[in-house]
């Protein structure tokens, strides 16, 4: 008998919003939490904003922004578990390529990040830690859906 491997092609996500929190990343990903690595790591040229009527950050590209954008670099993330996020992010987001950094080593990663399609308004610099802290039962009142995160419109 001649079994044959499927290679499964993965992807990889850079989190630096509301998917750092383990407790939105278990509800939203579920039992599939357990097939992908997560490592701390970092992009530069960003810079997070809150979104305008909403408890969730958005990012732009800012070439000259030396600031480190936390956040955790999600490896081996299959198919289904990306269609999961997809969702989750809504219609406001779309993926894109990127360069993101290994915190321990500094290492380059190629990874995608949710980007804001369209005019998403925007107002203040969004801190994880804040949102954390201050902000995050309010999303999950607020802005959580497994169907996706709230439309700020």
């Given amino acids: 008998m001649n079994l044959k ?8 996500l850079f989190f630096y919003g509301t998917l750092r ?10 039992d ?6 997560l490592i701390d790591g970092y992009l530069i040229g960003y810079k997070l904003h809150r979104v305008k009527n909403a408890n ?4 732009l590209r800012d070439p000259s922004s030396k600031v480190k954008i936390c956040g955790l670099i ?8 990306v269609r999961i996020l997809d ?12 360069v ?3 915190a321990f080593d500094d290492t380059e990663v190629m990874s995608e990040i949710y980007m804001p399609k369209g005019s998403l308004q925007y107002s203040e610099e969004w801190i994880y830690e804040d949102w954390y802290r201050h902000e ?18």
């Fill in 32 to 37: 599939h939490i357990k097939q992908f690595n």
């Fill in 56 to 59: 969730y950050p958005l990012i």
């Fill in 136 to 153: 995050r039962e309010f999303f999950f009142q607020y802005d959580f859906g497994i169907e996706g995160v709230r439309s700020p419109d």
């Fill in 74 to 81: 999600a490896m081996g993330l299959d198919e289904k578990i």
């Fill in 5 to 12: 491997m499927e290679e499964v092609e993965t992807k990889t």
């Fill in 100 to 102: 993101a950094f290994q």
């Fill in 21 to 30: 929190d383990e407790r939105v990343r278990e509800i939203v990903i579920g």
């Fill in 87 to 98: 969702i989750f992010e809504g219609k406001n987001y779309s993926r894109a390529e990127v």
